[in-house]
């Protein structure tokens, strides 16, 4: 058997040998380095100063700061050119170049925004008067025959507004025509201002009675000649005294007559 009081060296005793080897040579180390700095030996003085002379050590992840002062924001050419434009001086070109025109700003209504305003009880209509449109200077009336009937069921007078809608629509319309084939906004007597010029080249303006068709569905129709004759729908067609009008295929004939006073 092996004894541990052999000559043999154990394991503890080998690590505590160690132990005290190594505090006998850093104690040595220790007084070594204390002697010589009181000697004055540099060794020790140069490593300390070059630790105090390196650098910091940056992080691993640490982001460099970038120097902004190197770029130029903005286009200073464009700028330049912006401003000789202003003060009417030429450019890099050979041509000078005109100042460029603003586009000044449209205060009237469009689109939608005009239908809201063309509103009659909550319903759009169709038309809307021209810049031409006036009030009539001559009283004319619509006496409305049914048929061969020859006494009127109607008289409308049409000389108290600029115009006048027909149509099957009784909230909106002026003038009501119930037969089935007209439509809702059928038709448009309006007023225009017209200019003349006579012989002499005498110029005179008048306002006169127009007849416009809203795109009906089955058309509006002027007698001609004993024939009926339908007129182009969206245009004007001036309508003359002792002209015959029918709406659709209606049988009521309405006859444009002028006021008996003014004649």
């Known amino acids: 058997l092996y004894c541990c009081h052999s000559g043999t060296m154990g394991y503890e005793d080998r690590r505590r040998e160690g132990d005290n080897d190594r505090r006998r040579n850093d104690s040595d180390n220790s007084s070594r380095r204390r002697r010589d700095e009181r000697s004055g030996n540099s060794k020790y003085d140069d490593r300390r100063d070059d630790r105090a002379r390196s650098p910091p050590r940056k992080r691993k992840f640490q982001k460099d700061e970038e120097d902004y002062s190197k770029f130029k924001w903005g286009n200073d050419d464009r ?3 912006e401003k000789k434009d202003a003060a009417g001086q030429p450019g890099n070109g050979s041509d000078e170049e005109e100042p460029a025109v603003k586009i000044q700003p449209n205060y009237e209504l ?19 008067e021209p810049p031409e449109a006036r009030m009539p200077t001559i009283r004319y009336r619509f006496y409305v025959f ?30 009501p025509t119930d037969h089935p084939s007209c439509s809702g906004q059928h038709a448009v007597v309006q007023y225009r201002l017209h200019e003349e010029i006579l012989p002499d080249s005498t110029r005179i ?23 009926w004759q339908k007129i182009e ?20 004939e309405y ?6 006073t003014q004649r």
């Open 146 to 175: 049914k048929g061969n009937e020859d006494k009127e069921i109607a008289i409308y007078h049409l000389h108290r507004r600029s115009n006048y809608l027909f149509g099957r629509d009784r909230k909106v319309v002026d003038v």
């Open 110 to 128: 469009s689109g939608k925004l005009t239908a809201d305003t063309n509103q009659v009880k909550g319903k759009v209509i169709k038309y809307a």
């Open 79 to 81: 700028e330049k050119q």
């Open 233 to 252: 729908t969206a245009k004007y067609y001036e309508l003359l005294e002792n002209d015959v009008v029918r709406f659709g295929y209606s049988s009521r």
């Open 255 to 260: 006859v444009l007559i002028r006021d008996e």
């Open 205 to 227: 303006q008048k306002v006169k009675p127009y007849l416009i068709d809203l795109e009906s569905t089955h058309g509006t129709f002027v007698k001609v000649g004993g024939d």
